[in-house]
């Protein structure tokens, strides 16, 4: 059963505080492992993999070659690669509007000032591995740098104990323009992408992991940039009493099979609602494989909380900041405004959100734990970087020296008052 | 004098290599400054403030009081003030243009997609002090968190032994859109900023600090947000026979006056212009205020690199990835676009670097130490998130269900599948 509370309580407001990702003593672990990684090279890169995959990675097979990813096309079902091409189609579609034009501005004395936004180089995407498949995780990491122009693009995935990927992994690669494939994972492949063990190191890795890779990122931080700290996933749904309790209860269950750590909170003024969700998960989950996890999760990270009405539905889902937040009342779109931090907001009956997983064309990397307060879903300008365009002319020079020298003195730097003072003599 | 190096070369090389800012033992004491004050709060806070500022303060005069900030507007010169007046203005008349919309597209079958970019709710601004006064970091920082719509700025700035803030601080926050400033530096003000201690927490720490105020953010990245890591400032200068000896001389001497890890790089295919900047330097710095610090630095950190034309010239540019980079040849437009990693380009004799460091518009926090591949100046976007928006109509849910579906199988996961579904049944 899924607990109900009622708003405002003391153990609503704990629910909704977030736990931090924090943990010393793996980030110990984790420490020890980029060290040696970063120092001893591919030979601890993998003796890692060796103990942690169980696999015999080698420099000669530690790259998936062409073939490889020839021979995973032959694996494939037809019809599952049709569905991700689709797929691949509407992310690009999507992300291709997030691109935004350098601009450079010709003032009318002849000053200019712009902005570029460029490219990163060359970008590492973490792909979870191992015995599950994750295509659509290739997709969207990959789609968003190919969108930006990176012009590599170097995947991780960790690998089976055989040695072998996913075939429908390397197929979501190979569709998605991925430059590269490495086997390996963990915080020993974050640790080799930063630091170039075993091939050339990358500008920025993304891509969500457990929490190994997770605190990999942190600890590489600013040797590369990272996109974000992801942890658990969760969804958060606003639903009155015109919501069917079956796509409330579906929704749940969808949310919390990924994981034990996984959360679902159902927000509503609706006790009657409540109680019927409740009934239609004990029904549905009991023809679903993962009943035991489910449960699980549900019973831990699980809550329905009432509430007075949808004004306070959209504070406390404002409190939790969700990864994944479904509206769904009579009129979903009238909340829009009110919702300010969700990492991606899906609206009315016909957008359960694994339509916003696989195919819708929005991003399904997310900020979780209630980081959607200042993270944003992964986007194109992940995969930019700025750099600003400053060209004065010497009407413009001469007209503000005085002020730019008098700024330099109040702040003490009379050799920065110097370089524009060398500017004024004849 | 500044040593020469001709490229390509070993020595070449390992200087266009950049450090890491990685320091353990720095970073044990920050973890240990962050926890405490984390677990004792405002004792821990005001404690280490005396420890490390010198100054005493306590709750009732932790925040700066509007009157203390209206006694600054009577502290600070006129000329500086309007000097001042028109930096902003020119802050935020380019940053506003860095601004873009929310938009959400609805398609002919009803099916609306979208991405709402909305502000931060709250972030802290970190502006060094103690005995000097940087005004100029406060317009940096404040006006693209102001121009995006940020509701609460905090600025933290450490005080003097006499608990002061230097009046121009004071006033420039005044300008800018602070709306709140306390009296603290450090590490622990980061803790402060990140965990809410003395005040409500944040959700973005920005600007720079020294290894102590690096290591922290570095530390608190996750449970807020961060701007990026700094460290020492450097410029490069490509200039060709047409430069001024004078000019790139000075803008030497302006770099390496901030400290005495600064770093100032030309890279010429002149070998004259590389004798004569070597004297003008020499020449301008006996009369400069900050001789010893400077020779330091062009000792340690400064270098003359000659190349064999402006193409590698562009080449050692981007291999050494400069925040701030100075282009003085006869046509440095046309070297803009072989300028792939630069922090800001200052393009043509009348745009010596204070020009940016002050005035013109766009921002002086740059990405150091290389990162300039990765990080972009601060910007708007840097008090922005995005929050995806997925409405799918019964049409398209209708039309795409068994994609959705075939994709959710593939990865296992029948719950997923299920939600779809169970919308499919009447």
Chains 1, 2 share one sequence.
Not at 33 to 38: F, G, N, Q, S, T
Not at 124 to 153: F, H, W
Not at 214 to 228: H, W
Not at 360 to 368: D, I
Request: aromatic content about 6%; proline content about 5%; some cysteine.
């Amino acid at each position: 059963m899924v607990k109900v509370l009622h708003y405002p309580s003391a153990e609503a407001d704990e629910l909704l505080q977030k736990k931090s990702n924090d943990d010393d003593q793996v980030a110990g672990q984790v420490a020890e492992v980029i060290d040696k990684v970063r120092r001893e090279g591919t030979a601890a890169l993998f003796a890692y993999t060796k103990r942690f995959d169980g696999a015999d990675v080698r420099e000669d097979n530690f790259a998936i070659s062409a073939e490889e990813i020839e021979r995973a096309y032959g694996e494939v079902d037809a019809t599952v690669l049709a569905a991700l091409r689709r797929a691949c189609e509407n992310i690009r579609k999507f992300h291709e509007k997030q691109m935004r034009p350098s601009w450079i501005e010709p003032e009318s004395d002849g000053t200019m000032l712009g902005q570029l936004i460029r490219p990163l180089d060359r970008v590492g995407i973490y792909v979870p591995g191992g015995l599950a498949s994750y295509p659509s995780s290739v997709l969207m990491n990959a789609i968003p740098a190919q969108v930006a122009g990176v012009k590599s693009i170097v995947m991780a995935t960790p690998p089976g104990k055989d040695g072998s990927i996913n075939p429908y992994t390397l197929v979501a690669a190979a569709e998605s323009g991925v430059t590269e494939i490495y086997r390996m994972g963990g915080a020993q492949a974050v640790a080799a992408l930063a630091f170039g063990i075993g091939m050339e190191k990358v500008d920025k890795i993304t891509g969500p992991g457990n929490i190994y890779v997770t605190l990999a990122k942190k600890q590489v931080y600013g040797t590369v940039d990272i996109d974000m700290l992801a942890g658990p996933s969760e969804i958060l749904v606003i639903a009155d009493d015109t919501a069917s309790p079956a796509y409330v209860a579906a929704d749940f269950l969808s949310q919390v099979e990924h994981d034990v750590r996984a959360a679902a909170i159902l927000v509503t003024p609706s006790l009657e609602l409540a109680t019927a969700v409740q009934k239609e998960i004990e029904t549905q989950m009991a023809t679903l494989s993962r009943k035991d996890l489910m449960a699980q999760a549900l019973r831990d990270n699980g809550a329905i909380i009432i509430v007075k009405d949808l004004e306070e539905a959209c504070h406390v889902s404002n409190l939790y900041a969700p990864e994944h937040l479904e509206v769904l009342t009579a009129e979903p779109f009238s909340l829009l405004g009110k919702l300010t931090h969700a990492g991606a907001i899906f609206v009315g009956p016909y957008s359960p959100e694994p339509v916003g997983d696989y195919y819708a064309g929005p991003n399904h990397v997310l900020p979780t734990g209630g980081t959607a307060r200042f993270y944003s879903p992964l986007n194109v300008d992940t995969f930019m970087k700025k750099t600003s365009v400053i060209a004065y002319s010497r009407e413009r020079f001469y007209n503000t020296a005085e002020d730019i020298m008098a700024l330099a003195k109040v702040e003490g730097l009379d050799a920065h008052a110097n370089a524009i003072a060398v500017r004024l003599k004849k």
